[in-house]
């Protein structure tokens, strides 16, 4: 028999329930292999991961994406000459399956071309908005089926990546409109776009501001503060926290540094290194995205943002239409101030603790 | 040269090959589009939002092609090669270690006589001493015992919760005795599902009851199954998952074990019995599945005692003529059974619970309820349509059972009133008599009080006239006397 193994860390300390015993076993019995079983099973189902980038043309959000995932998802879009301006807001989603390792992740990109071009940019929210419930509304459609399936698609937008130009200033009014509507539904990672047009104290000085903005309008961005489940999570976030918005800085081109071979964008004055920490905030931004949150923005999601959505859709039920929801969705419901604002704000993520067995059966 | 370049022309390549074969590709997806290999893959034909066809794929449930309902985009499904390490490799390992935070759920529910050492075998299967005392054989029915126990190991947080059939077998009629175990089933389905259709609901800090596992103890009689246990396995192989085993093996010598294995499994099959199939789609495990299924039903000893073997203890049981040792593959299946429950399988038993079997109850439940997906025009009706409909007729039916008892209360209250009332002229009439008869009686008294004091008024008018003659009398004497007198004194001069 082997000995056995370490008790758990002690930051992490979880109180028994009353009416669960903990016993002590005398020697190995095999639990932890469930854990190999878990990862079989991911890797044999995949992954999804549906990604939205928000932000007005021209702050290389395409490029950013490519960049991101190192695969030529779009074809950064020049304004031609004789190409108009689209008078409305058009959302175009893009998919693919990428793999590495083993790991198959299928990906989904959604960009906002035409997100505040126009002269008067009122509601230019609504479409986006309107976007992303309906991706909550096929959800939650195919969970309420009699007959469901094993498996359903997973459509819905885990993070939006708000694109904010370079002013130095400080945030304008319509990205605090729209932060302020979109923090209700889905998790929004700011970031400064274009960030090799400020030098490092303007980015500091440019980043306190946005926070300070942040904060004045009681914006919360990801990783929000309120769903931060134990000490580790905390302190991992809130350092996290310290540095949003990111400074990015996209390419797809590769140059030649030092004799490495790095992507980077070549300027008379220098080469810009995109994953070099000195130079700009790519790794970051790369890190918290993919290898670290990716599976907790989508549990926030699941959890949080969509189950708000059902409730609020669930006690308006009156207003159901026949079918599949998305047939006459107008852009909306967007949810008015009122009611669906007040759950986010109070509701807090309770996860798995011993001591909610009195909700039980 | 720039690897854009080289990724663009594969593109450009792919785009190529992906326009010609676009009209097949829409009619039936190539396998390299969805890249799940499972078989469980099956494909199905719905109507979209806009009333067209199109292919759904059921692994992925994705309709190809991905239709985005704001028009625009080109939405194949591509494989992408990367130029580089992107780095979201570590995906199943974000996922484990959300789930170890979380812990896990698994629940075994032991069918089987008393003393046939269902507690014994769980105490052996997880190294540690559950408290549970041996029950008695006077139950007068089937009821079924759950106790919850908390177990760690390294990091993996598992909350284990074994339920306990007391009294099977006990009873003198066994007809009933299925019953309780599948109401205990069924409830814990019910209770999930309960959860699940609430407004405000906290499905993933749910503590999952549901039975991932059924552990069905056959006895040793080294014939065949008894009737009950074919009839209970019956009865529970479309709700839980059920793995047989033979309890206590080491009463059945070895060439009778292997006879009574293959009438166990063979009386199983012929009677339709369905028991847990250890998965053998996913190569990893499809091996060892394979050659662990051929040994079902498992013979297991359970033993909680040490002996010394050897030179190390090992977990056994001591016989005057020899050791049965417990971890020994020679000697019973123990180690096979350990092995698939825990360490092979827990996590597919769990998706099994959660994806067949709780979906048909799920199912079989809603439309028990009245709901339907599609209506005879085929057009899908929404769950919460018909629950709101349902919702309201019971709503209706509330309020006119409330008028109804309303009515009655009404009606009572008006005959008690009526009741009252006359109790009320009863009492008046009552008193109005006593009242005259109290009148009455006090005009007679009256009267003869008066006829009282006239008698006295007469006696004292008497008496008064009579002491006037008395005294008259007296005066009249006293004057005669005096005259007397005179006269006596005149004669004497």
Redesign the interface.
């Known amino acids: 028999m082997d000995p056995l193994r370490q008790p758990p860390s002690p930051c992490s300390p979880r109180p028994s329930s009353p009416r669960t015993q903990s016993c002590e076993m005398l020697g190995y019995v095999g639990i932890e292999a469930v854990l190999d079983q878990l990862k079989i099973k991911a890797m044999k189902m995949g992954f999804e991961f549906n990604i939205m980038v928000v932000g007005q043309s021209g702050l290389g959000k395409s490029t950013m994406v490519n960049t991101l995932f190192k695969s030529k998802m779009w074809k950064s879009t020049l304004p031609g000459l004789g190409v108009p301006t689209p008078k409305t807001l058009q959302l175009q989603s893009v998919t693919h399956v990428i793999e590495e390792k083993g790991v198959k992740l299928k990906l989904t990109v959604t960009d906002t071309p035409g997100f505040g071009d126009q002269i008067n940019n009122d509601k230019c929210w609504d479409p986006i908005l309107g976007y992303i419930n309906e991706q909550y509304e096929r959800y939650l459609q195919e969970e309420i089926l009699i007959t469901r399936q094993r498996h359903i698609p997973d459509t819905r937008v885990h993070c939006c990546v708000y694109f904010v130009p370079p002013t130095g200033h400080c945030l304008r009014p319509l990205d605090i409109e729209f932060l302020q509507r979109l923090c209700q539904t889905v998790n929004v990672v700011p970031v400064i776009a274009r960030a090799d047009s400020l030098t490092i104290e303007e980015r500091e000085a440019f980043r306190r501001r946005i926070q300070h903005n942040l904060r004045t309008h009681c914006i919360e961005v990801y990783p929000q503060k309120c769903f931060d489940e134990d000490i580790n999570d905390r302190i991992l976030n809130s350092k996290i926290r310290e540095r949003i918005p990111f400074a990015v800085v996209g390419a797809d081109r590769e140059h030649l540094v030092n004799g490495r071979c790095v992507l980077g964008r070549k300027t008379k004055w220098g080469i810009i290194e995109v994953e070099n920490m000195a130079h700009c905030e790519f790794p970051l931004l790369r890190d918290l995205l993919i290898r670290t949150h990716l599976q907790d923005l989508k549990d926030i999601t699941h959890n949080i943002h969509y189950e708000n959505y059902r409730v609020f859709r669930l006690n308006k039920s009156h207003v159901l239409p026949r079918g599949p929801g998305w047939v006459n969705l107008a852009p909306g419901p967007a949810p008015s101030p009122a009611s669906p604002q007040a759950t986010p704000r109070t509701m807090k993520v309770c996860r798995w603790t011993q001591d909610n067995s009195d909700d039980e059966c | 040269m720039?690897?854009?370049a080289r990724?663009?022309r594969a593109?450009a390549e792919r785009s190529r090959k992906g326009g010609a074969g676009e009209a097949s590709r829409s009619r039936s997806p190539s396998s390299s589009q969805c890249?799940?290999t499972?078989p469980?893959r099956s494909w199905s034909r719905s109507r979209?939002?806009?009333g067209r066809w199109e292919t759904v794929c059921?692994?992925?449930?994705?309709?190809i092609p991905?239709r985005?309902?704001?028009?625009?985009?080109?939405?194949?499904?591509?494989?992408?090669?990367?130029?580089?390490?992107?780095?979201?490799?570590?995906?199943?390992?974000?996922?484990?270690?959300?789930?170890?935070?979380?812990?896990?759920c698994f629940n075994i529910l032991c069918v089987g006589e008393t003393g046939i050492g269902k507690s014994t075998l769980m105490d052996t299967?997880?190294?540690?001493?559950?408290?549970n005392d041996p029950a008695t054989h006077n139950e007068p029915g089937v009821r079924l015992k759950a106790r919850?126990?908390?177990?760690?190991?390294?990091?993996?947080?598992?909350?284990l919760t074994i339920v306990d059939t007391v009294g099977f077998g006990d009873q003198i009629n066994k007809d009933d005795s299925y019953k309780p175990i599948v109401e205990y089933i069924d409830?814990?389905f019910e209770?999930y599902l309960q959860e699940e259709l609430k407004?405000?609901?906290?499905?993933?800090?749910?503590?999952d009851?549901r039975i991932h596992a059924c552990l069905y103890f056959i006895a040793p009689t080294g014939h065949s199954l008894k009737s009950l246990d074919l009839v209970t396995m019956k009865k529970l192989d479309s709700k839980v998952n059920i793995i047989p085993i033979i309890a206590k093996a080491d009463t059945i010598a070895k060439n009778e074990l292997h006879k009574f294995k293959s009438k166990i499994m063979s009386e199983l099959v012929s009677n339709g019995v369905q028991i847990y199939q250890f998965p053998t789609d996913?190569e990893?495990?499809a091996e060892i599945n394979a050659t662990m299924s051929v040994h079902l039903p498992f013979a297991v000893v359970g033993s909680t005692e040490e002996v010394k073997i050897g030179n190390k203890m090992a977990k056994a049981r001591q016989y005057p003529w020899g050791v049965v040792q417990v971890e020994n593959e020679n000697h019973c299946d123990f180690v096979k059974l350990?092995?698939m429950l825990?360490?092979?399988?827990?996590?597919?038993l769990r998706?099994q619970t959660h994806?067949r079997h709780y979906?048909l109850y799920?199912?079989c439940k809603?439309?028990e309820m009245g709901?339907?997906?599609t209506d005879p025009d085929s057009?899908?009706?929404?769950?919460?349509?018909t629950?709101?409909a349902k919702r309201n007729e019971f709503l209706g039916e509330l309020q006119k059972k409330e008028e109804e008892m309303r009515q009655m209360f009404v009606m009572r209250v008006k005959e008690k009133e009526a009741e009252l009332k006359e109790a009320e002229k009863e009492l008046h009439e009552k008193f109005d008599l006593l009242k005259r008869t109290h009148q009455e009686e006090k005009k007679k008294v009256e009267d003869k009080k008066k006829e009282l004091e006239e008698e006295v008024n007469n006696f004292q008018k008497k008496k008064a006239a009579a002491q006037l003659l008395q005294s008259q009398a007296q005066q009249a004497g006293a004057q005669q006397t005096k005259k007397d007198k005179d006269k006596k004194n005149a004669s004497f001069t």
């Open positions: 720039p690897l854009v990724g663009s593109l890249w799940q499972a469980r979209d939002g806009r059921e692994c992925w449930g994705l309709a991905v985005c309902a704001f028009g625009a985009g080109n939405e194949d499904l591509r494989n992408l090669s990367l130029s580089g390490h992107v780095g979201f490799d570590s995906l199943p390992d974000q996922l484990v270690n959300k789930s170890t935070s979380q812990g896990f299967l997880f190294n540690t001493k559950f408290e919850s126990y908390e177990l760690q190991e390294s990091n993996v947080r598992l909350k409830a814990q209770a407004i405000k609901r906290s499905l993933f800090n749910y503590h009851t996913e990893t495990v350990r092995e825990i360490r092979v399988n827990m996590e597919d998706e994806t979906e799920r199912r809603l439309e709901f339907k997906d057009k899908p009706f929404s769950l919460q349509e629950y709101e």
